[in-house]
């Protein structure tokens, strides 16, 4: 299979104030693929930095990662859109298997498990917060998965088609669920996570973790939606 060209894949970041983990980021992005670094308030040039080094910097004044990732969702244009958080904790190099599972047709939507590597590269209140999660989520869709990571693939329009709505810290699970019930497959693999750069912005604390989760139960407790308008990809 031929490898992804630029016009395949858009690499979509959401950024606030993450300047030294910038650099890093974007020069893991694979060759020919697009980042798109979505700017959700930065104060440290953030922006500036992006744009220097080569990425698209879309702004998205409204605060929240969901905000901010859909912002990203929007102004994409490739076929396949993949995230990765832009704090140097998840390398998106290893996307590229992710894309050619997508394009390849294998899955409609590919997860990242995280593996953490090394001490305070997983918070234990995060993880416990996770796995609670994850265990709510297979009660919900049936679907064995471990992890809500934000390191995933997914064709663009499909991903529109799901019509997400929300901007907070739900909408990587919101995602899950919606295609969980529009009957994709998702597929999960495990991918090292490392110490991210700087200071977390949702789950660094017991009251980011404790706000992400209300988030994300919230969509848990949402009736399930039917299929039209987000069937299968094809």
């Known amino acids: 299979m031929t490898s992804p060209t630029t016009s395949d894949v858009d690499v979509v970041l959401p950024c606030l104030n993450e300047a030294d983990a910038l650099p890093w980021v974007l020069g893991r992005i694979p060759h020919g693929w697009r980042a798109l670094v979505v700017d959700n308030g930065s104060t440290d040039g953030s922006a500036e930095l992006a744009r220097e080094l080569g990425a698209l910097v879309v702004h998205e004044p409204r605060r929240g990662f969901g905000a901010a990732c859909h912002a990203g969702l929007t102004a994409a244009t490739a076929d396949v859109v993949c995230f990765c958080d832009c704090d140097a904790s998840l390398d998106p190099s290893l996307l590229s298997p992710f ?58 329009q499909a991903l529109l088609d799901l019509r997400l709505t929300d901007r907070r810290s739900g909408y990587p699970l919101e995602m899950v669920v919606r295609a969980a019930d529009a009957g994709w497959r998702i597929t999960e693999h495990d991918v090292p996570y490392l110490p991210r750069t700087g200071a977390s912005k949702v789950t660094g604390t017991w009251r980011g973790t404790w706000q992400a989760v209300r988030d994300m139960r919230r969509v848990l407790a949402e009736p399930t939606t039917s299929s039209a308008g987000g069937g299968v990809p094809r």
């Open 99 to 156: 894309v050619r599972e997508v394009s390849g047709g294998a899955a409609d939507l590919v997860l990242g498990r995280r593996r953490p590597q090394g001490r305070g590269a997983w918070p234990a209140h995060a993880r416990v917060g996770n796995l609670a999660l994850a265990r709510m989520l297979r009660r919900r869709t049936g679907l064995c998965l471990h992890d809500l990571g934000p390191l995933r693939a997914a064709r663009r």
